[in-house]
């Protein structure tokens, strides 16, 4: 979790091997992006042990990949996994949101405050409120609009955790949101060896459905 330097590192280093184990179960295929995405939130709470050291790099590598990378990169792994026209809409939305975060990163020195065991960012986002929204619908609206099950609760998980975020740590709403989407993204280990058991059932020579019976 993000309570600490040493959470963060403990946190980070399992959810980033749960991912490595994702991405070799999913293999080479287009569930990899998607199997990857626990790799890529452990490698973030693992930068997020140098925010609490102070190293300006690690704010701006933890910024650009929970502000304008996260609603563009989900839904569109969610895409090249499923082929969901849905995610494909969410697509253009994260993209539409990540374009101005990126913009404010890149333009502004990212700050971060303690507030007692959480870490709060300032970038100086417009219309925070508008780009929130967005950022979460197009996340979550991909996830739950998968037709997956295993999609769909990491979906809900994530989505609760927004709620009990936003209503607790309203003040480090996005570190606390992403440290909880971390854990939750070890979900997509069992997604992963599910379709990976299923793909490796259909004979690389034979169509599904054929047969001699």
Request: hydrophobic share 55%; glycine share 12%.
């Amino acid at each position: 979790m993000c309570w600490s330097a040493e959470a963060d590192l403990v946190a980070g280093a399992a959810v980033a091997a749960v991912g490595v184990g994702a991405v070799l179960r999913a293999g080479v295929s287009r569930r990899l992006p998607l199997a990857a995405l626990p790799l890529l939130l452990g490698v973030h709470q693992l930068v997020e042990a140098g925010v609490w050291s102070g190293w300006a790099w690690a704010r701006t590598a933890w910024a650009v990949v929970a502000l304008p990378l996260l609603p563009l990169y989900v839904p569109a792994a969610v895409w090249c996994a499923t082929r969901r026209r849905s995610a494909g809409w969410f697509t253009l939305l994260g993209a539409a949101v990540a374009v101005p975060l990126a913009v404010a990163v890149a333009g502004r020195p990212v700050v971060a405050h303690v507030h007692g065991h959480t870490l709060g960012y300032a970038v100086g986002v417009p219309v925070p409120g508008v780009l929130l929204a967005g950022y979460l619908v197009a996340v979550l609206g991909a996830l739950l609009g998968s037709g997956d099950r295993h999609l769909r609760l990491l979906g809900w998980v994530t989505g609760l955790g927004a709620l009990l975020c936003g209503l607790l740590w309203r003040l480090a709403f996005v570190s606390t949101w992403c440290a909880l989407a971390a854990l939750a993204s070890v979900l997509l280990y069992r997604w992963a060896d599910v379709n990976s058991s299923s793909s490796a059932r259909t004979s690389p020579t034979e169509p599904p459905g054929s047969g001699t019976g």
